[in-house]
Antibody, heavy 119, light 109 residues
Framework: QVQLQESGPGLVKPSQTLSLTCTVS??????????WSWIRQPAGKGLEWIGR???????NYNPSLKSRVTISVDTSKNQFSLKLSSVTAADTAVYYC???????????WGQGTLVTVSS | QSVLTQPPSMSAAPGQTVTISCSGS????????VSWYQHLPGTAPKLLIY???KRPSGIPDRFSGSKSGTSATLGITGLQAGDEADYYC??????????FGGGTKLTVL
C-alpha cells in the first residue's frame, strides 16, 4: 500500500520561500509510470493543483504559479519536494502531495499539512 | 473562480439518490477523462471515480460516474450518513494542467 507523507515548516514569513517534502513509502517513487503532484486547499476554498513531476524529472506547473514554483525529486530518498517563493498570505493553505496515475487521476494522497504565511 | 463548475451544495435524505454535476469546456472535460473525489474535513481526498466511470478497488458500486460532451456527473445511490462530505470533480485542461471543480458540499438530512 503506497503512502505519502508531507513534511515541512508550518509557518513561513511573507516574501520567504515555502519548502515542503513528500516522502513516499510502500513503493518506489521511480517505479511505474506515475507523476507526483502538489495540490493545495486554502481554508474554505476548493482544491488547486500546483504542479507535478515525472520520475524522469520533467515537470508541469499551474500557469498562475509557474514563476514561483519548483518541484524536484530525489529518487534515492523516495521523496519529491515543493518550493514556492515570494509567499504572501494568499499562499496560506493545506498542502497535499499526491500520486497522479495520468492527467489528474490522483489515487494516493498525503494527509495534508497546513502552512500559514504570517510575520 | 474554478474552471469546472459544480453546485456549491446539495442535500438528500438517507436512502435517496443524488447526482452531482460538473460542467467544463472543450479544453478540459470535452477532451479528457474526468475523476471524482470525496473529501472529509481533516482527511486526505479519496478517489471515487477515474476515467469518467471506473471505480478504484474498494469503492462501492453505489458510486457511479458518467460523461457527456463537456459535462460529467457523479451519482450516489442509497445515501448513507457517512457520505456527507465535499465532492470534487477533476480533469486535465490543455492550457492549465490539472483542474478541479469548486466542490459540492453534500448534506445527508
Amino acid at each position: 500500500q503506497v503512502q505519502l507523507q508531507e513534511s515541512g515548516p508550518g509557518l513561513v514569513k511573507p516574501s520567504q520561500t515555502l519548502s515542503l517534502t513528500c516522502t513516499v513509502s510502500g513503493g518506489s517513487i521511480s517505479s511505474g509510470s506515475y507523476y507526483w503532484s502538489w495540490i493545495r486547499q486554502p481554508a474554505g476554498k476548493g482544491l488547486e493543483w500546483i504542479g507535478r513531476i515525472y520520475t524522469s524529472g520533467s515537470t508541469n506547473y499551474n500557469p498562475s504559479l509557474k514563476s514561483r514554483v519548483t518541484i524536484s525529486v530525489d529518487t534515492s530518498k523516495n521523496q519529491f519536494s515543493l518550493k514556492l517563493s515570494s509567499v504572501t498570505a494568499a499562499d496560506t493553505a493545506v498542502y497535499y502531495c499526491a500520486r497522479d496515475l495520468d492527467a489528474s487521476n490522483f489515487d494516493y494522497w498525503g494527509q495534508g499539512t497546513l502552512v500559514t504565511v504570517s510575520s | 473562480q474554478s474552471v469546472l463548475t459544480q453546485p456549491p451544495s446539495m442535500s438528500a435524505a438517507p436512502g435517496q439518490t443524488v447526482t452531482i454535476s460538473c460542467s467544463g469546456s472543450s479544453s478540459n472535460i470535452g477532451n479528457n477523462y474526468v475523476s471524482w473525489y470525496q473529501h472529509l474535513p481533516g482527511t486526505a481526498p479519496k478517489l471515487l471515480i477515474y476515467d469518467n466511470y471506473k471505480r478504484p478497488s474498494g469503492i462501492p458500486d453505489r458510486f457511479s460516474g458518467s460523461k457527456s460532451g463537456t459535462s460529467a456527473t457523479l451519482g450516489i445511490t442509497g445515501l448513507q450518513a457517512g457520505d456527507e462530505a465535499d465532492y470534487y470533480c477533476g480533469t486535465w485542461d490543455s492550457g492549465l494542467g490539472a483542474v478541479f471543480g469548486g466542490g459540492t458540499k453534500l448534506t445527508v438530512l
